[in-house]
């Protein structure tokens, strides 16, 4: 029980910077759910539960748009889809004990960057961890969205613009410290972000979702790298490096 704590106690330290971020990113989406129509509880609930920007953005516009609830489902579904493929990673680095709810509760709040610091850390992860994360993050999500429409356009879109720059600070934080570890690790993610950009240059692509394609070129890459480069079992650490299994689960 105590390390379930330390655990989430360690999941809130490592949320603040992220929770930090989603407030700034959160504020901006408040002010497009005003222009949809939305009070600030409808906002909170909205960002309450859906923990994404580009599936909230795509939210608000079909709610301007008057559309059915199924084209929202819908849009909302393929705007997301690559939670499912984050979800199924994380699950692997339970232990084999943990229930299906922890499961569940840890895919209902992955994010891309609880995703991130949680798949970074060495050994089974315990999901009080992302718990943690979560417990600071997503409210923060859902109190910037509300707060943002009810500042409607107070700010200037420069300045609301310039706060979410924070995220892309998060996610380098993240990346840089494997890479420089690890020289497969760093040579996946310049081609991840070779590619990524390539196909947002080619016209074939233009009619895919951005999340679509984020999808996709998980999959292709993170399959490459697996054949290319296969991890021995004993190499538990994401790091790359060997002998580091340092069990989190407290059954």
Same mark, same amino acid.
Request: charged share 15%; glycine share 8%; hydrophobic share 50%.
């Given at each position: 029980?105590? *390390?379930?704590?330390? $655990?989430?106690?360690?999941?809130?330290?490592?949320?603040?910077?992220?929770?930090?971020?989603?407030?700034? /990113?959160?504020?901006?989406?408040? &002010?497009? +759910?005003? *222009?949809?129509? =939305?009070?600030? !509880?409808?906002?909170?609930?909205?960002?309450?539960?859906?923990?994404? @920007?580009?599936?909230?953005?795509?939210?608000? $516009?079909?709610?301007?748009?008057?559309?059915?609830? /199924?084209?929202?489902?819908?849009?909302?579904? /393929?705007?997301?889809? *690559? %939670?499912?493929?984050? @979800?199924? +990673?994380?699950?692997?680095?339970?232990?084999?004990? $943990?229930?299906?709810?922890?499961?569940?509760?840890?895919?209902?709040?992955?994010? #891309?960057?609880? !995703?991130?610091?949680?798949?970074?850390?060495?050994?089974?992860?315990?999901? %009080?961890?992302?718990?943690?994360?979560?417990?600071?993050?997503?409210?923060?999500?859902?109190?910037?969205?509300?707060?943002?429409?009810?500042?409607?356009?107070?700010?200037?879109?420069?300045?609301?613009?310039?706060?979410?720059?924070?995220?892309?600070?998060?996610?380098?934080?993240? &990346?840089?410290?494997?890479?420089?570890?690890? *020289? &497969?690790?760093?040579? /996946?993610?310049?081609?991840?972000?070779?590619? @990524?950009?390539?196909?947002?240059?080619?016209?074939?692509? #233009?009619?895919?979702?951005?999340?679509?394609?984020?999808? =996709?070129?998980?999959?292709?890459?993170?399959? =490459?790298? +697996?054949?290319?480069?296969?991890?021995?079992?004993?190499?538990? #650490?994401?790091?790359?490096?060997?002998?580091?299994?340092?069990?989190?689960?407290? @059954?």
């Amino acid at each position: 029980m105590n *390390r379930n704590k330390n $655990t989430f106690i360690n999941g809130i330290k490592d949320g603040i910077p992220i929770a930090l971020g989603y407030f700034a /990113v959160a504020f901006s989406l408040g &002010i497009v +759910a005003k *222009r949809a129509g =939305l009070d600030p !509880f409808q906002g909170f609930l909205s960002s309450f539960l859906n923990h994404a @920007s580009a599936g909230e953005y795509a939210e608000f $516009t079909v709610i301007m748009a008057n559309a059915p609830y /199924v084209e929202m489902a819908f849009v909302i579904l /393929v705007t997301n889809i *690559r %939670y499912m493929l984050m @979800s199924c +990673a994380l699950s692997q680095k339970f232990h084999a004990d $943990t229930s299906y709810i922890h499961r569940l509760f840890v895919g209902f709040g992955i994010t #891309d960057e609880i !995703f991130g610091i949680s798949i970074g850390r060495a050994g089974t992860l315990n999901p %009080y961890y992302p718990y943690g994360a979560m417990a600071i993050a997503l409210p923060s999500w859902s109190l910037g969205t509300a707060i943002g429409i009810i500042a409607g356009n107070i700010l200037p879109p420069s300045i609301v613009s310039a706060l979410s720059v924070a995220l892309y600070g998060m996610f380098i934080a993240i &990346i840089i410290p494997a890479a420089k570890i690890n *020289r &497969i690790v760093g040579g /996946v993610i310049i081609a991840s972000f070779l590619t @990524s950009f390539a196909v947002s240059k080619i016209p074939l692509f #233009d009619h895919m979702s951005d999340s679509m394609k984020i999808s =996709l070129l998980t999959v292709i890459i993170a399959g =490459l790298a +697996a054949a290319l480069f296969p991890v021995n079992d004993d190499e538990s #650490d994401p790091a790359g490096n060997p002998d580091k299994e340092v069990p989190e689960y407290d @059954s």
